[in-house]
């Protein structure tokens, strides 16, 4: 029961309906048998970085933060961590009386990810798709990986210019990735093509690198045309509930104060809420 004393934390994005943040936190909230609750929070698109700010203050302890509003969660933070300033962009918020605390757990959670495939950034040629906060976090943890080549690839060419730079790099134009694609060895679509099921980035598979790996930070709907192509052309697929749990595990931990319970099986738990 939610009461003056329960501990509220949540997602804030837009859309945030598909999020299943939700079910996996309080799924562990259950478990560690804490006074607490994670809620959705449906924000409208043009939410600004003053609107988070003003969240600040209303006694929530945070926010996980989904898209589109990582970069200007960085920026109204009055606290960053190293991994925040490098990549401009945050998913976790913390609330508390000395102000606002930006964390990027979304590095954590990409390396969860390869790794739980048995995979690494370690001498691999990466190409990026996307160029907002998730592109931001995957550039990150490529080059914190030791990863021997970034291409970044988006449809506003500034955008890849400006990450690639950042992240010593080369950008791309969406439409011109045809030798990043004979060379990579791993494809990241990090932008939000495929939220709808039915789009996905113009990729042709077919000339992709045998034993090349598809990483799709998306993880919803369980169809997406990204990953159904990659299988098609029989890549090694990673999609992105891996990414999401990994992310997860330090958020509940700096939400909450407690460490999350093992007892939860959460890619059974998220992969029986995905299913039809």
Request: charged share 20%; net charge negative; glycine share 10%.
């Amino acid at each position: 029961m939610i009461t003056g004393h329960t501990r509220i934390a949540g997602v804030i994005g837009a859309p945030v309906t598909h999020s299943l943040s939700p079910i996996l936190m309080n799924s562990w909230i259950e478990a560690a048998g804490i006074n607490g609750a994670y809620v959705p929070f449906a924000a409208n698109p043009d939410l600004s970085a003053k609107d988070l700010r003003a969240l600040g203050k209303s006694g929530i302890a945070g926010l996980n933060v989904t898209l589109p509003f990582k970069t200007i969660a960085a920026e109204c933070a009055d606290q960053r961590s190293e991994a925040v300033i490098k990549t401009g962009a945050a998913n976790l918020l913390l609330f508390g009386a000395e102000g606002i605390e930006a964390r990027n757990t979304d590095i954590d959670g990409i390396h969860s990810a390869l790794a739980g495939a048995g995979q690494a950034f370690s001498q691999r040629s990466v190409l990026i798709l996307g160029a907002g906060g998730v592109a931001r976090a995957v550039c990150a943890a490529a080059r914190q990986g030791e990863a021997a080549q970034i291409f970044v690839a988006n449809r506003t060419r500034s955008r890849a210019d400006e990450l690639a730079k950042t992240f010593n790099g080369e950008s791309l134009e969406p439409d011109n990735i045809e030798d990043a694609l004979h060379s990579a060895d791993i494809i990241v679509n990090a932008t939000s093509l495929g939220l709808d099921g039915q789009t996905g980035p113009s990729i042709d598979w077919t000339i992709c690198k045998p034993g090349a790996i598809a990483f799709d930070t998306l993880y919803t709907p369980a169809r997406r045309p990204f990953m159904e192509g990659a299988k098609a052309a029989g890549l090694t697929l990673i999609d992105g509930l891996s990414m999401l749990i990994g992310q997860a595990r330090p958020s509940f931990e700096a939400l909450f104060g407690v460490a999350v319970p093992e007892t939860v099986e959460a890619d059974a738990l998220l992969r029986k809420a995905l299913a039809p």
